[in-house]
C-alpha cells in the first residue's frame, strides 16, 4: 500500500532543506541541497522537486501537500516570491504555481522566518507557549508573531521584521535600503564586519586584511576573553537588547525563542540579553517573559513547512467534505 505523505521545504541563501512526514508525523526521509543561487530560480526548484521525487520513490509514498519557507518579501496570497536580497533573480517568481502544477498537490508558502517560529511553537522551545515572538540571528535577522497559535502576517505578510527596526539613526545603510537596522549591527554579518573594522583600526591597514573573520571566530574569541572582541559583543547585545526590548513592549509574548546561527554562542548570548532586556522593559512584568533559544536548530524551517503542508492538506479534505 502506497502511503500518503507531505513535504516541507526550507529555502535558504545557502542551503535547502526537504523533508517527507507522514500524517502521523513521523519523518520518512529528509535531504539537504545546497542552493547555488546562480543557478538561478528554476534550476534551483528543478533541483528541489527532483530530490522530493527521488525521496517518494524510496520511501514507496505519494505526495499529499507541500509546505515552502522561503526568505521574503513574498506575496502569500499570489504565491510569488518577490525579490529577497539574498536570492538574485527571485523577482515574482511563481513557486507556488510551479509547484502544483509539477506534483498536482495543494501547496502553501510562507516567509522563512514564519516557518521556523512554527517549527519552534508546535515542536520545539515555543511548544509551552500561547503567544510567541521568534528571532532568528544568522547571516541577517528575521522575526515572526505567533498569537494564539497562529501567525501573525500583517499587511503583504510583512509582520515580524524585527531585523529592520531602526535601532541606530546614524547606522551605515542596510541592505533593505534604510540606515542603521538592527540587521546592520547584530547580524552575523554585522558582527564580523565591525570585528574587521575595528582590528584594522587598531593595527592599521584595511579592514578586507581580515575578511578570515566570521561571528563564530568572533564568539571563539570572546570565550577566550579578547578584550575587542568582547568589546564587539557588548555592543552587539546592547543593540539586539534595543529592538527585542521594543518587540516585546509592543507584542507582549509569553516568550522570545531565538534562532538562527549566532544562537549557537547559548548563555554567551542570552544571558547578558536576558539582563539587558530586563533593563529596557518597563511596560510590562518581563519576569513572566520567558527568553530562550530555539531546540530544534537547523531543523526549525523544515519542521515548520512540513507543519504548514498538513494543515494546507487538512483545510483542504474539509473543503471537499
Not at 37 to 60: D, H, K
Not at 263 to 275: I, M, T, V
Request: negative net charge; aromatic residues 4%; glycine residues 12%.
Amino acid at each position: 500500500m502506497n502511503d500518503q505523505v507531505v513535504a516541507g521545504i526550507d529555502i535558504g541563501g545557502t542551503k535547502i532543506a526537504v523533508a517527507l512526514q507522514t500524517h502521523e508525523g513521523e519523518r520518512a526521509a529528509s535531504r539537504r541541497l545546497p542552493t547555488e543561487i546562480a543557478l538561478g530560480p528554476v534550476r534551483i526548484l528543478e533541483n528541489i522537486s527532483l530530490a522530493i521525487e527521488e525521496m517518494l520513490a524510496e520511501t514507496s509514498t505519494t505526495l499529499a501537500a507541500v509546505g515552502i519557507g522561503c526568505p521574503g518579501p513574498i506575496d502569500i496570497q499570489n504565491g510569488l516570491v518577490m525579490s529577497p536580497v539574498n536570492l538574485p533573480g527571485w523577482d515574482r517568481f511563481p513557486i507556488v504555481e510551479l509547484v502544483e502544477n509539477r506534483f498536482g498537490v495543494p501547496v502553501i508558502l510562507d516567509n522563512d522566518a514564519n516557518a521556523a517560529a512554527f517549527g519552534e511553537y508546535f515542536h520545539g522551545a515555543g511548544r509551552e507557549f500561547q503567544d510567541m515572538l521568534y528571532v532568528t540571528i544568522s547571516t541577517g535577522i528575521g522575526g515572526a508573531i505567533i498569537c494564539g497559535g497562529q501567525i501573525h502576517h500583517g499587511v503583504q505578510a510583512g509582520a515580524g521584521e524585527i531585523g529592520h527596526m531602526i535601532v541606530e539613526m546614524d547606522g551605515i545603510q542596510c541592505r533593505c535600503g534604510t540606515f542603521g537596522c538592527l540587521e546592520t549591527i547584530a547580524s552575523g554579518t554585522g558582527i564580523a564586519r565591525r570585528m574587521r573594522e575595528m582590528l584594522a583600526s587598531q593595527n592599521g591597514g584595511n579592514a578586507e586584511n581580515y575578511r578570515h573573520i566570521t561571528s563564530e571566530k568572533v564568539v571563539e574569541a570572546v570565550e577566550h576573553n579578547d578584550e575587542t572582541a568582547r568589546r564587539i559583543w557588548n555592543e552587539t547585545i546592547k543593540y539586539l537588547a534595543i529592538g527585542i526590548g521594543n518587540a516585546i513592549t509592543l507584542v507582549a509574548p509569553e516568550a522570545v525563542v531565538i534562532g538562527g546561527g549566532v544562537s549557537a554562542a547559548g548563555e554567551l548570548l542570552l544571558e547578558p540579553l536576558r539582563r539587558e532586556i530586563h533593563k529596557n522593559v518597563t511596560m510590562l512584568p518581563i519576569e513572566k517573559v520567558e527568553i530562550l533559544k530555539a531546540s530544534l536548530g537547523s531543523e526549525s524551517g523544515v519542521c515548520g513547512a512540513l507543519m504548514m503542508a498538513q494543515g494546507i492538506y487538512e483545510k483542504t479534505r474539509e473543503n471537499v467534505s
